[in-house]
C-alpha cells in the first residue's frame, strides 16, 4: 500500500476545492483511506493519520471512528506519537463516552513518566476532559507533582487540581497541605495557577475561605512587587508588568476581603496603588483599573477610596473605546444606590453618553440617569431626558416615558412642572406610554384645582388638528368635558387665555370621534366628554342632543350603549342630569377608614383604588385567573371574579351595578345573594333608575384582629378585615404590601384563589411599585362571599420584579381569624 499523503499535503488539496461539494469528495476520499490503513493496523503512519484526522474534525467533518487508534498513540513509547494521541483524546473524547475509561492507567503511568513532558502532556488531558471517576483514581498523583520541585509540572498540576475540584468538590482537602508553599514560588506561571487554585478553593468553600484569609498579606507583597518592579521583558505587557497575574490576584484579594474588616483593611493601601500607579494610556492598564474598581466595591474598603474607585470610572466613560465606556457605565450602575453623591460628580459625562450612537451604551446611560435624578436636579435632568425621549430610538421611548413618569412624580418641584412634563411625555411618545398613564395624569389634574383652567387650554391647543398621540387624546378630551366651561370662559391666569366657542370646542370632540386615528376607548372618552358639557354649555344642548343620538345606532356596542343611555339621561332623567354630570371632586389617593375609596370616573362613582382608565372595549383575556387555578392546583379552587363586566370600560355606566353587586340601588332592601354567583347583581330596569345612598361597609372597624399573610424576602403581606353592611355573609379583606429592603419591588401583582364554596371578588391596587425601607404600601381589597359561613382559607400567589430578577412564589393562608368568617 502506498504511503498516505502528508498533513500539510492534504491541507494545500482541500484549499484548492472551489465548492463544498468539491471538498466533501476529497474528505471522503482521504477519509476512506485512513479507514483501510486504520484496518490494516499499520502503526507506521497511525500518527499521521490521527493527525489528518484531527484536522477533518477542526473542518466539522465526523472523525469518531479514530477514537480506538487515539488510546493506542497514548499507549505508545514516543512522544511525538504520545502528542498526537492526547490531542486527540482531548478532540474527539469525552466523560458522555465509556471509551475514554480506556485511557486511565495510560494517563497513571505518564503522571510517573521520568520525562517531564510527557508527565505535562497527561496532566494536561486530565485537566481537559477527565471525568469524576478519572479525576478520584488520579487525584494522589496531581497532589504529588503539585508538590514538586519542577515549576513545569506545577503549573500544570495547579490547573489540574482545578479541574479535580470541580469535578469532585469533596477531594479539595487532599490539595490543601499542598498550597502552602505555592504562593513562595518565584516563577510567575506557578503564582498565576495557584491564584487560580486559591480562587477555586476559596470559592466553593467558606471553610476554605477563612482559612485563606491569613494570605492576604503575602497576596499583597506579591501585588506590591509586581508594581514597583522595573522592566522584565518576560512579564511586561505594554509597559505593565505580568498584568494577568495582577488581574488574578485582585480577583482573590475581593474574594477574601469580602464581609472580613481586617482583610479589608490589610488590602487598602495596595488597592490605592495599583488605581493611582496603573498607567491608562493602553487596555492592558484599563484591565487591572477595572478589577481594581470592582475590587474596592466589593470588600469593605474606605470612603476615600470608593470615590477614587468611582473617579477611575468617570475615566472610563471619556474613553474612546465603546467597550471601557459599556463596563464603566453599568458598575456605576451597580454602586448608584451606595455611592449616589460620588456618582452625581459624573452626572454631565453621563448624560453626554445618551448622545452615543451604540444602543447598548444609550441604555445603560438613560437606566443611570434616572437613578442619578433627585429633587435638586430634577429641573435640569428632566430636561435632557425630554430630548432624549425626542429623539431616541423606538425601542427607548417606553422604558424612558415610564422612567419620567416615576421621577416627574417623585420630585416634581410644582404642580404646574409635573403636569406640563406628563403633557410634554404624551405629546412626544404618547402611543409608548404605560396604560395607566391616562389615569394617573387625570388623578393629578383633578387634584390640582387651581392648575384646572391652564391645564385644559394648554390640552387643547396640544390636539389641534393632531389625534395620532392618543393618551394624550384621551386625556384632553376628559378635561374638556369636565372642564370646558373654563376653556370658554378664557379664565386661564397661567398664560395668556385664547378664545374658543363653544361650537368650536364641540368641533373638536365630533372629529376626535369621527377620526380613523382613534380608538374605541378614545371614542368613548370623546362621547363621555360632550354628553359632560351639556351642563356646562348653554348654547350648545340641541347639538349635543343630536350627536348624542347619532352614535344610539353605531356599529361600535361600546358607543352605541353609551349614547343610548345618555339619550335616556335627556328624555327620562333630564332633572338628574345635572347632578349626575357636575364636576369630579378631588381624588384622595390612600384610605384611611374603609377598604375601598369611591373615585369617580366621567360623573360616576367606580369604587376601584384610583382607577380611572377606561380599559379596552373588547373581552378581557381570563388565562391570569387560569394560570393561578392551574398552577395552584387542586379542584376544589374558585378563580378570581374580575372586577370590571369584560365587554365595558370603566366609565361605562352599566359597570356600577356589576361591580357593587348585591348593593340595591333603587333604594329598597338588598336582595340576598344568590349562592352561585358573587356578587348577586340587583339590576333595575336603567342604570339611574334610583340611586341609594346607603353606606357599602361598616364605618366602625367590627374589632376583627388583622393577620401577617405572609412575610418573606423583606416582602410583608398584612390582611385586615371588614364586614359589609348590605350582606353580613361578605367579608371585605384589604391587604397591605410593605417592602422592608433598600431597592422597590416593581410590578407587583397579587393574586388569590378561594375553594369553590366561596366566592371572591379582587379589586384593582393602588400601585405596582411597593417602596423600598417600608416608606409606602400597595392596598389592595378583595370581597369574599361565605354563605355557608364555612373557615376560610385561601392560596396566594405573589409575583414583582426585585434586584432586576422576577420573583414568584405561593403561599397558603390558613390562619383567618373567626370573626371574619363566622
Known amino acids: 500500500m502506498p504511503a498516505p499523503i502528508r498533513l500539510r499535503e492534504l491541507i494545500r488539496t482541500i484549499r484548492t476545492a472551489r465548492t463544498q461539494a468539491e471538498e466533501r469528495e476529497m474528505i471522503q476520499k482521504e477519509c476512506a483511506a485512513i479507514r483501510s490503513s486504520f484496518r490494516e493496523e499499520d502503526n507506521t503512519y497511525r500518527c499521521r493519520n490521527v493527525a489528518k484526522l484531527l484536522y477533518m474534525h477542526m473542518l466539522g467533518y465526523p472523525a469518531h471512528f479514530g ?82 520541585s519542577n515549576s513545569y509540572l506545577r503549573k500544570k498540576a495547579a490547573l489540574c487540581a482545578v479541574h479535580v475540584i470541580r469535578k469532585v468538590p469533596e477531594l479539595m482537602e487532599m490539595f490543601l497541605p499542598a498550597t502552602k508553599n505555592l504562593l513562595n514560588e518565584k516563577n510567575h506561571g506557578v503564582l498565576h495557577t495557584s491564584v487560580v487554585l486559591l480562587t477555586e478553593m476559596c470559592e466553593r468553600s467558606p471553610d476554605m475561605l477563612a482559612h485563606f484569609r491569613k494570605l492576604v498579606p503575602q497576596l499583597v507583597r506579591i501585588l506590591k512587587n509586581l508594581i514597583m518592579s522595573g522592566y522584565s521583558p518576560e512579564h511586561d505587557v505594554s509597559g505593565i508588568s505580568d498584568p494577568f497575574l495582577q488581574v488574578r490576584i485582585l480577583r482573590l484579594l475581593r474574594i477574601l476581603g469580602r464581609n472580613d474588616d481586617d482583610s479589608s483593611e490589610a488590602m487598602n493601601d495596595i488597592l490605592a496603588q495599583v488605581a493611582t500607579n496603573t498607567e491608562t494610556s493602553k487596555n492592558v492598564g484599563n484591565a487591572i483599573l477595572y478589577e481594581t474598581v470592582l475590587t474596592i466595591m466589593d470588600i469593605k474598603s474606605e470612603s476615600g477610596l470608593r470615590v477614587l474607585a468611582i473617579n477611575i470610572l468617570g475615566r472610563f466613560l471619556l474613553n474612546n473605546d465603546k467597550n471601557i465606556r459599556y463596563v464603566a457605565l453599568t458598575s456605576l450602575l451597580k454602586t448608584v444606590q451606595t455611592d449616589h453623591n460620588a456618582v452625581q460628580r459624573h452626572r454631565s459625562t453621563i448624560v453626554d453618553c445618551l448622545k452615543d450612537l451604540d444602543v447598548s451604551i444609550k441604555r445603560r446611560a438613560m437606566e443611570l440617569s434616572f437613578a442619578l435624578v433627585n429633587g435638586n436636579n430634577i429641573r435640569g435632568m428632566m430636561k435632557e431626558l425630554l430630548y432624549f425621549l425626542d429623539s431616541c430610538e423606538p425601542e427607548f421611548k417606553a422604558d424612558c416615558a415610564s422612567g419620567i413618569f416615576l421621577a416627574a412624580e417623585k420630585y416634581a418641584p410644582s404642580k404646574r412642572w409635573h403636569i406640563d412634563t406628563i403633557m410634554r411625555v404624551l405629546t412626544t411618545a404618547g402611543s409608548y406610554v404605560r396604560d395607566d398613564a391616562v389615569p394617573n395624569l387625570i388623578q393629578l389634574i383633578t387634584n390640582s384645582v387651581e392648575m384646572h383652567a391652564y391645564t385644559v387650554q394648554r390640552l387643547y391647543k396640544a390636539i389641534l388638528g393632531d389625534y395620532s398621540q392618543q393618551p394624550l387624546v384621551q386625556v384632553a378630551a376628559w378635561c374638556i368635558g369636565e372642564y370646558g366651561d373654563l376653556l370658554v370662559s378664557g379664565q386661564c391666569e397661567e398664560e395668556e387665555p385664547i378664545q374658543v366657542t363653544e361650537d368650536e370646542v364641540l368641533d373638536i370632540l365630533e372629529s376626535v370621534l369621527i377620526s380613523n386615528m382613534s380608538t374605541s376607548v378614545t371614542r368613548g372618552y370623546a362621547l363621555t366628554a360632550i354628553m359632560k358639557l351639556s351642563t356646562r354649555f348653554t348654547c350648545t344642548v340641541n347639538r349635543i342632543k343630536k350627536v348624542v343620538s347619532i352614535y344610539g345606532s353605531s356599529i361600535d356596542v361600546e358607543l352605541q350603549q353609551r349614547a343610548v343611555e345618555y339619550n335616556a339621561l335627556f328624555k327620562k332623567y333630564d332633572h338628574m342630569r345635572s347632578a349626575l354630570l357636575e364636576r369630579m371632586p378631588v381624588m384622595e389617593k390612600v384610605t384611611t377608614n374603609g377598604p375601598t375609596e369611591i373615585v369617580q370616573t366621567n360623573g360616576e362613582t367606580d369604587p376601584t383604588p384610583l382607577e380611572t382608565k377606561p380599559p379596552p372595549s373588547g373581552p378581557q383575556p381570563t388565562s391570569q385567573a387560569n394560570d393561578l387555578l392551574d398552577l395552584l392546583g387542586g379542584n376544589d379552587i374558585t378563580p378570581v371574579i374580575p372586577t370590571a363586566p369584560t365587554s365595558k370600560p370603566a366609565s361605562a355606566g352599566g359597570e356600577l351595578l356589576d361591580l357593587l353587586g348585591d348593593i340595591n340601588l333603587t333604594g329598597a332592601p338588598a336582595a340576598a345573594p344568590a349562592p352561585a354567583s358573587v356578587p348577586q347583581i340587583s339590576q333595575p330596569p336603567f ?22 399573610a405572609y412575610s418573606k424576602n423583606g416582602l410583608k403581606i398584612e390582611f385586615t378585615f371588614e364586614r359589609s353592611n348590605t350582606n353580613p355573609s361578605v367579608t371585605v379583606i384589604t391587604i397591605q404590601a410593605s417592602n422592608s429592603t433598600e431597592l422597590d419591588m416593581t410590578d407587583f401583582v397579587f393574586q388569590a384563589a378561594v375553594p369553590k364554596t366561596f366566592q371572591l371578588q379582587l379589586l384593582s391596587p393602588s400601585s405596582s411599585i411597593v417602596p423600598a425601607f417600608n416608606t ?14 364555612q373557615q376560610l382559607r385561601m392560596r396566594i400567589k405573589l409575583t414583582y420584579n426585585h434586584k432586576g430578577s422576577a420573583m414568584q412564589d405561593l403561599a397558603e393562608v390558613n390562619n383567618f381569624p373567626p370573626q371574619s368568617w363566622q
Open 67 to 148: 477514537q480506538l487508534e487515539c488510546l493506542k498513540l497514548i499507549a505508545s513509547q514516543k512522544f511525538t506519537d504520545k502528542r498526537i494521541g492526547y490531542l486527540g483524546a482531548m478532540l474527539l473524547l469525552d466523560e458522555r463516552q465509556d471509551v475514554h475509561l480506556l485511557m486511565t492507567n495510560c494517563i497513571k503511568n505518564d503522571l510517573n513518566h521520568s520525562t517531564q513532558y510527557v508527565q505535562g502532556l497527561a496532566l494536561c488531558t486530565l485537566g481537559c476532559m477527565g471525568s469524576s471517576e478519572m479525576c478520584r483514581d488520579l487525584a494522589g498523583e496531581v497532589e504529588k507533582l503539585l508538590k514538586t
Open 687 to 708: 342604570l339611574l333608575d334610583g340611586l341609594s345612598s346607603q353606606p357599602l361597609f361598616n364605618d366602625i372597624a367590627t374589632g376583627i384582629p388583622s393577620i401577617t
Open 776 to 789: 409606602g404600601t400597595i392596598t389592595q381589597v378583595i370581597k369574599v362571599l361565605n354563605p355557608q359561613k
